[in-house]
């Protein structure tokens, strides 16, 4: 009887969130700057995850280097070399993968620790969650910057140190706007009627609190990847990365060193900034976009 | 504690002819106030403790970064240890270190020899000229900008403004800095690009003109990259504003359109402006370390940087604390700021 009733039930759910997610599709698709930017990430993760098909690896070692040093403009370098003779278009386009990664692996960190502890906070309430929003507070005040880059000198050097020490700063944010949702969520009568049919509070949060907690949680996950590109560039930049990977922020750090600043060696500095410039604003549109379809108040009044 | 306890007493000792109304309205005040001096209290001691043991784990030896490349015997790398009180026990040096700290003696730096304290005193001024003039011109050209583009919202200078700013707000400051510098150093010479002072300059007056001179760059980078933050703020808080019904109520009594945007509209969306301005006036003095790096300005974010290759441990736990308590010090003034600005919260 009841496995009856569930297979058309699940339908019905499946059928209630496409129509959603179209829903969600054709709002976003008003927005133009948020296609734009959508179209440039699109662009951009192909050419990063095509890198291999059309780079040699070898080429960017600090050995590999095929040209003389500093070389202008070519048809065969066209942003010209850097300090080891690398094509500094090869770098900036491998560089992407690089950048990339961190941004979303440190946004998918700190976005999960947030909505861990926003949604708990939210949910339980009393002195546990009194203590949560505590620790959350005390991590805001800590200034992001230096505590990253305390982090990081801390740990050892490495992509993963990056990673780690940008998801811990950018949580707080998650955690508050997380369980301010939550409470928002749990005064509604849907959650009485299912505390009142036995779910438990792992039901409650996973099935009915976090489902309705996601539309915040994504548009903030979209500006916070925007934000944790730039930070890790900012971390590269002041020598606290991997050495040996290469990275936006590794290849300003380097064309500094090398003097690219003082001799005015303008195809070393401008792409990798370029770079970093562009995902950002890309990714900030996009969140601006999403934040628009799930908040109407924002969206323009014609 | 006591502060919060201290209006309670006073309550019971009111003469019973004195009107109730006054006693609940200063006592809840009171309260609130003791409370976030309380919250920001225990902050700062948890940042001082988290201070001390974060960068006890820097890797690197500090006497032996220091004494590097010299010829030095294993009693000397001693006697350096034990001048640094390196050689006590660990919970030995975190007791030193938070009796130091209620002395106001943050130690003896590593690599400079003198006081952290000296060194911070010494530092701090530049750092506040860089954030305090970067953050007044920011705030300026955002809230002006911001209220223009609300004002007439959908138009092409909103759209250009909008677009501009987030453009902006994306760069990386450092990145922006450098290109200043390829532009003006290699490029033009029109302003210096390193450092806060040229040697030999005498004089009160050209001792300032040649700072501000030195400022331009760095602000120009730091106003660049944050004002966006403020104009977009600005304008969404106006465009709030802009529904409401006393502004058509200012209207219809035939105020000019421009008055009622000066009056009326601007006066009530500035709040969360002002809120969002304390609340960045804490972050930017650790937010300039970058810029301070780029143009080698002689402020306490290079002295940070600076500090942690040694690592300096004295000097960049300080600065630690230091970074950390100007933003619970400005959440402090915000919080206290804000009832008096807005009559609303105010209970």
New interface residues.
Partial sequence: MSGQAAAPRRSLVWERRRRAFAEFCREYARNRAGLAGLAGLVVLAAIALSAPLFIDPAGLTVTGGSGGRFESPSARYPLGTDAFGRSVLAMVVWGARISLTVGFLATFVSVALGTLIGITAGHFGGWSANVLMRVT??FA???A??MA???A??M?RSTVTIIIAIGVTAWPATARIVRAQTLAVEARPFIERARALGGGHGHIMLRHVLPNVMPVVLAQTTLLV?ESI?ME??LA??GLGDPATISW?AI?QE??TAGA????I?WY??P??LA???V??AF??CGRAVEAVFNPR?R??? | MTRSAAPAATGHGTAPGTPRGGRRGLSPTLRYLGGRLLTAAVSLLAVMVTSFFLFRVLPGDPVQALTQGRNVSVAQLEALRREFGLDKPLPQQFVDYCLGLLRFDFGTSYQYRVPVADLIAERIGPTLLLAGTGTVVAALIGLSLGTGAAWRRGSVMDRVNTGVALTLYSVPSFWLGLLLIVVFASGIGLFPTNGMMTPGVTGALPVALDVAHHLVLPVTTMVAVVYAQYMMVMRSSLLDEMGADYLTTARAKGLRDSLVLRRHAVPNALLPTITLIFLNLGRVASGVILIETVFAWPGLGSLFYSGLKVPDLPTVQALFVVFAGAVILMNLLADVVYPLLDPRVRT
């Fill in positions: 507070d005390w005040v800590l200034p910057l230096v880059v305390a982090l000198a801390v050892s925007a730039i560039s900012t930049f002041l922020g300003l064309a500094r600043v003082s001799s005015g303008w500095l401008i990798p900034g970093i410039a562009f950002a604003l900030t549109v924002l323009e009044r014609r």
